[in-house]
C-alpha cells in the first residue's frame, strides 16, 4: 500500500478516546474522572514535546559523563507543571486526582524519554507504600514534602529502599521473605531505632530527601516485622553509597543507601501492622500495573521513532514506508502499543475498584476530593479531621476488611499488565531497530536509547519471571481454588 | 577442516585470547567510555600485531581462522573485531576489483580501511552520489557509521552513480582528500570502543580510479564480499553470547534467592536453557558460514536467524543477573549492546531474510 502523506496527517496524534475507548466508555457514568484523565494526558503531552524530548539525549550524554548529574532543570519545570501533586489528595496541597490519571501522564511522558518520567515518576511507589501502611499522619508528611517543595519551586523528591544486596525478589513476595538472607535491621533502641545495612538500587536515593526504607526490626523473623520507616537524607548514621553506571534510564539515578547506626525517633516509623501481606501486595498490585504502562510507553516510544524513520528514509531508492515488510511492522507495533495499553488499563481500573486505588482515591475519601471546594479541603479544620488517629483506624480497617479475593484480583491484573506491557515494549524495540537499520544504532537519532531504557522494565518491581509466578499465584491458582471450593 | 588447519584455528584462537586478557580486560573502561575516552595507547597496535586484518576471505581456511580469533577477541570487547571486520571485507572489495595495491600505504592505523558495517551491502541506501566529471570522479552527500573512518587511510563505500539510474558505484576514497571530512567518532549501541563515524564529502573530486567497479559489477562485488563475511560476523555475535552465558551460568550458582541457588529455580533454567540453544546456533552457524557447503538460501536465513537469536539470548543474559545485570560492573550489559549491534552487521536481518527467500526461488526450491 503506498503511504499518503495527506491521510496521514490527519490522524497524527490520537484522541483521549482513539488511546482509551474503555475509559471513553466509562466516562460516560463518570464524566468526572474522565475529564480528569483527559487534562493530564494533554498537560503531560505538552511537557513532553516542550522539555522532555528536547533535553533527553543531552541529560543521557551528561549522566555518561558524570553519573551524578541530575536534570534539575527537568525537575524544576516538571514542578511548575504541577506534576509531582498529580494524585497527592486536594488536602495535601495536590490536585487530588487518582492514581490511575497518573498512570496516564507517565505512559505519555515515557514514551518521550523513559528515564526522565522514572525521574519524575518513582515517588509513585513512595506515596503507594506509606497509603498501604493506612498512617495518615505519614502520608500526609510525604505529600507535603512534594507539594509544598512544588510551591517554591523544587519538590523535596522520595525514594522507596525495599531492595537488599542479597535480596531483591525474596523480598517482593511474603513466601520468599521467609528465606531471605537479609543484611538490613531496624533495632529499637530508647526513643528510636538504629538502622543498619544497605540498600541497592534506590532509584533516585542520591536525591531524594526522604527515603521510605522498608526493614525488619528483626531479620531472623521479617515476616511479622518489616515495618516501613521515613529517613531523612540528614539523619545521623545515612550516606549514599555508589550512584550505579547502568544500561539505560540514565536520567534517574540508582544508588546504593548506607545505614550504619542510623539512628531515627520512634515517629518515623509508620504506625501499621507489618508490612509483608496485605500491605506489600496492595502496593505492588498498584505499582506495577503503573511499570506496564512504561512497557505501553516504550512500545509506543518505539513505534513513533520507527513510524517518523519509515516515513523519511529509503532503501534502494523506495521510501521504506511504501515497503510491505515496514507497513507490517508497523502495524505490528501499533498493535503492541495497544495492546500493552489495553492491559494495563485493565489494571488500573481493576486497582480502584479492588485494590489500593480504592483506599486513596476512591470511598469517602475520593467522595471528599470530589465534592468539597478546594478552599475547604485544604483549610485547617478538614485537615485536622482527616489528619487524626480516627483517620488512621479507619483506613487501617479498611485494609484489613479488605478480602483476599479483592487483592489477589488487583495484583493478577497488575501483574499480567507488567509482564505484557514490558514484553511488548521490548519487542517493539526490537521491531524499531529492524526498521531503522543504521540509523538506529547510534545514540544521536534516539532510538537505540529506547531499547536500552526499556529493560529494566522486565527487571525491577519484580522481576518479569517472579511476576509470572504472581499471575499463576493469584490469577490461575486462587481462582481456580475458589471456584472447586478448596482454600487457597 | 584437516588436522593441520585445526591447530592453526588452535594457536590463533589461543593468541587472540590471550590478547584480549591482557590488553582488552585492562582496557574495559575505556571500550567501555570510548568515544568519551580515548583509546589506550598500544590497543590498536597489539590489535594489528594479531595479524587477523591479514586474513583474506577468498579462503575457507583463512576464514576460520578469521572467525575464530574475532569470537575469542569478542568475548571481552567486540569492538574490535568490528573493526577487523571492517577492513577485511573492504580488502576482499579491493581484491576482487583488482585494486589491492591502492590501499593505503601508511604505518599502523593508518593502513587500516573503513566501511559501513551495518548497511546493506551494495544497496547504497542513501549515501553520497557519485557524478563522473572528465577524467575525475565527483562525491557529495554522506556515507553514515562508517567504521573505522576516524582511524583509517581510506574507506570502501558504495555511492549512488547519478549518470546511471543512481545504481551503485563501489569506491575507495581517501579519507584526506580534499572535500572529504570525518566527523566526529560517534557513539553508538554496542561496539564502543571501535571508532566510527560519518564521512562527508563536499564536491570531493577523487581520480576516476577510485571507482572500483562498474553498476553490475558494484553490486555483485559487495554482496559476494558480504556474503564471504558472514561467518566471521556471526563468530563475533557467538563470542558475545558466549561471554553472556558463561556470566549468567557463574552467577546462577553464586546467587541465592528463595533459600536456594538461583540455578535451582526452573524459571532461571529456562533462561540458561534457552541462552545454551541461542549458542549453540550461533556458533555452530558461524563455523557452517565460513564454509561454502550451504545453499545461498539457507546460508542467509542461518545468518539472520542466529544472529536474532545472539540479541535474544543476550537480553536473557541480563534478565538472568536481575539488577545487577542492568550495572556496568557485570558485562551483561555490555554483551546485550554488543550482540544487538552485531544483529546489524551487514544490514538488517529482514532484509537478509527476504534475499534468503529471493535465492531460495532462484535455486528453483521446490520445483
Ligand atoms: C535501575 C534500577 C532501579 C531500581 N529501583 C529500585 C527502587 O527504587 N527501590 C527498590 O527497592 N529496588 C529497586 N530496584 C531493584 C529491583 O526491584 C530488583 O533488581 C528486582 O526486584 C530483582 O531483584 P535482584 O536484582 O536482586 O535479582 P534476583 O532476585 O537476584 O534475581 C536474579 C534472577 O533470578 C530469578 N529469580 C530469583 N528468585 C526466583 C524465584 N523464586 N523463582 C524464579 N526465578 C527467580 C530472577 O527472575 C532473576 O532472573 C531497581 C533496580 C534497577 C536495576
Redesign the interface.
Given at each position: 500500500m503506498k503511504f499518503d502523506p495527506d491521510a496521514f496527517a490527519a490522524g497524527a496524534e490520537q484522541s483521549f478516546a482513539q488511546m482509551y475507548p474503555v475509559l471513553a466508555a466509562l466516562g460516560q457514568h463518570r464524566p468526572r474522572m474522565l475529564a480528569d484523565y483527559e487534562r493530564v494526558l494533554a498537560d503531560a503531552r505538552r511537557f513532553r514535546r516542550e522539555h522532555l524530548e528536547p533535553s533527553a539525549l543531552r541529560v543521557e550524554l551528561e549522566v555518561r559523563r558524570n553519573p551524578e548529574y541530575v536534570a534539575e532543570d527537568i525537575i524544576c519545570a516538571a514542578s511548575t507543571a504541577g506534576f509531582f501533586g498529580t494524585m497527592i489528595p486536594k488536602t495535601f496541597g495536590g490536585a487530588g486526582l487518582s492514581f490511575g490519571a497518573m498512570i496516564v501522564g507517565l505512559e505519555e511522558l515515557g514514551a518521550g524519554c523513559l528515564g526522565l518520567s522514572n525521574l519524575l515518576g518513582v515517588h509513585g511507589l513512595a506515596i503507594a507504600t506509606v497509603s498501604a501502611t493506612g498512617d495518615i499522619e505519614g502520608m500526609e508528611k510525604v505529600c507535603r514534602l512534594l507539594t509544598e517543595g512544588e510551591r517554591r519551586g523544587r519538590p523535596n523528591l522520595l525514594s522507596t529502599a525495599i531492595t537488599e544486596p542479597t535480596a531483591g525478589t525474596d523480598v517482593e513476595d511474603v513466601d520468599l521473605l521467609r528465606k531471605a538472607r537479609l543484611v538490613c535491621e531496624a533495632t529499637p533502641v530508647r526513643g528510636g531505632y538504629k538502622l543498619n545495612g544497605r540498600k541497592v538500587f534506590i532509584s533516585n536515593g542520591s536525591i531524594a530527601h526522604t527515603h521510605v526504607v522498608i526493614m525488619p526490626t528483626d531479620k531472623k523473623n521479617p515476616v511479622e516485622t518489616t515495618f516501613a520507616f521515613l529517613v531523612e537524607s540528614t539523619a545521623p548514621g545515612f550516606r549514599v553509597g555508589r550512584v550505579e553506571r547502568k544500561l539505560g534510564q540514565k536520567a534517574c539515578p540508582a544508588a546504593e543507601l548506607v545505614f550504619e547506626d542510623c539512628f531515627v525517633p520512634e515517629t518515623a516509623r509508620l504506625n501499621s501492622k507489618a508490612l509483608p501481606g496485605r500491605a506489600i501486595e496492595l502496593v505492588l498490585g498498584a505499582t506495577r500495573g503503573g511499570v506496564g504502562a512504561w512497557g505501553a510507553a516504550a512500545a509506543r516510544g518505539a513505534y513513533e521513532r520507527a513510524l517518523l524513520h519509515a516515513r523519511t528514509h529509503k532503501v534502494s531508492g523506495r521510501w521504506l514506508i511504501d515497503e510491505q515488510w515496514v507497513q507490517i511492522k508497523l502495524a505490528n507495533m501499533w498493535k503492541n502499543v495497544a495492546l500493552a495499553r489495553a492491559l494495563y488499563v485493565e489494571a488500573m481500573l481493576s486497582n480502584e475498584l479492588f485494590g489500593l486505588s480504592q483506599l486513596v482515591s476512591g470511598g469517602a475519601m475520593g467522595a471528599l476530593q470530589q465534592r468539597l471546594p478546594r478552599a475547604v479541603l485544604e483549610s485547617q479544620a478538614l485537615r485536622k479531621l482527616v489528619v487524626s488517629r480516627r483517620t488512621r483506624e479507619a483506613l487501617q480497617g479498611q485494609i484489613a476488611a479488605m478480602e483476599e479475593w479483592e487483592v489477589d484480583t488487583a495484583s493478577a491484573w497488575g501483574s499480567a499488565s507488567k509482564v505484557a506491557g514490558t514484553d511488548l515494549g521490548m519487542e517493539n524495540c526490537h521491531l524499531a531497530l529492524e526498521i531503522c537499520g543504521t540509523a538506529g544504532l547510534r545514540h544521536d537519532r534516539g532510538i537505540e536509547k529506547i531499547y536500552r531504557d526499556a529493560k529494566l522494565l522486565q527487571i525491577y518491581e519484580g522481576t518479569n519471571q517472579l511476576n509470572r509466578l504472581e499471575v499463576f499465584h493469584r490469577g490461575v491458582l486462587r481462582a481456580t481454588a475458589r471456584r472447586s471450593g478448596g482454600a487457597a | 577442516m584437516n588436522q593441520q588447519q585445526r591447530s592453526e584455528v588452535t594457536i590463533v584462537r589461543q593468541t587472540a585470547a590471550r590478547f584480549a586478557r591482557d590488553v582488552l580486560v585492562p582496557a574495559r573502561h575505556a571500550l567501555l567510555?570510548h568515544p568519551?575516552e580515548a583509546l589506550p595507547a598500544g590497543l590498536l597496535d597489539g590489535l594489528l600485531g594479531l595479524g587477523l586484518h591479514e586474513l583474506g576471505l577468498e579462503e575457507e581456511g583463512e576464514r576460520a581462522l578469521l572467525g575464530a580469533g574475532l569470537e575469542e577477541l569478542s568475548r571481552v570487547a567486540a569492538a574490535p573485531a568490528s573493526l577487523v571486520l571492517a577492513h577485511v571485507i573492504a580488502r576482499e572489495c579491493l581484491r576482487q576489483t583488482g585494486a589491492l595495491e591502492r590501499a593505503p600505504a601508511a604505518e599502523g592505523a593508518g593502513a587500516l580501511l573503513a566501511l559501513?558495517l551495518?548497511?546493506?551491502p551494495g544497496?547504497?541506501?542513501?549515501g553520497p552520489s557519485l557524478r563522473q566529471d572528465g577524467a575525475a570522479i565527483v562525491l557529495d552527500g554522506i556515507a553514515?557509521?562508517v567504521v573505522g573512518a576516524p582511524l583509517a587511510g581510506a574507506a570502501v563505500l558504495v555511492a549512488r552513480d547519478a549518470g546511471d539510474r543512481?545504481r551503485p558505484a563501489l569506491v575507495l576514497a581517501p579519507l584526506d582528500a580534499p572535500g572529504v571530512s570525518v566527523g566526529p567518532a560517534?557513539?553508538?549501541?554496542?561496539m564502543r570502543g571501535a571508532p566510527t563515524a560519518d564521512v562527508r564529502f563536499s564536491k570531493a573530486r577523487l581520480p576516476a580510479t577510485a571507482r572500483l567497479a562498474g553498476a553490475t559489477e558494484s553490486g555483485v562485488v559487495a554482496r559476494d564480499a558480504a556474503r564471504r563475511a558472514r561467518g566471521p560476523a556471526l563468530a563475533i555475535a557467538a563470542g558475545v553470547v558466549e561471554a553472556s552465558l558463561r556470566t549468567a551460568t557463574e552467577y546462577a550458582r553464586e546467587r541465592?534467592?528463595?533459600?536456594k541457588q538461583i540455578v535451582d529455580?526452573q524459571?532461571?533454567r529456562a533462561?540458561l536453557a534457552g541462552m545454551v540453544e541461542d549458542l549453540a546456533l550461533c556458533a555452530e552457524a558461524a563455523e557452517l558460514l565460513c564454509g561454502d557447503a550451504l545453499a545461498e538460501s539457507r546460508a542467509l536465513a542461518l545468518f539472520a536467524r542466529a544472529k536474532r537469536r545472539a540479541?535474544h539470548a543476550t537480553?536473557d543474559g541480563?534478565?538472568l543477573l536481575?539488577?545487577n545485570?542492568?550495572?556496568?560492573?557485570y558485562d551483561q550489559?555490555r554483551c546485550?549492546?554488543d550482540a544487538?549491534?552485531a544483529?546489524?552487521l551487514l544490514?538488517?536481518?529482514?532484509?537478509a531474510a527476504?534475499a534468503a527467500t529471493e535465492a531460495w526461488l532462484a535455486e528453483g526450491a521446490g520445483s
Open positions: - | 567510555h568519551d559501513p551495518y548497511a546493506e544497496l547504497g541506501d542513501e553514515e557509521l543512481e560517534l557513539l553508538t549501541l554496542g541465592y534467592q528463595g533459600g529455580h524459571e532461571v533462561l540479541a537480553c541480563v534478565q536481575g539488577g545485570g542492568y550495572m556496568e560492573d550489559e546485550l549492546r544487538k549491534q544483529q546489524a544490514g538488517r536481518t529482514d532484509l527476504q
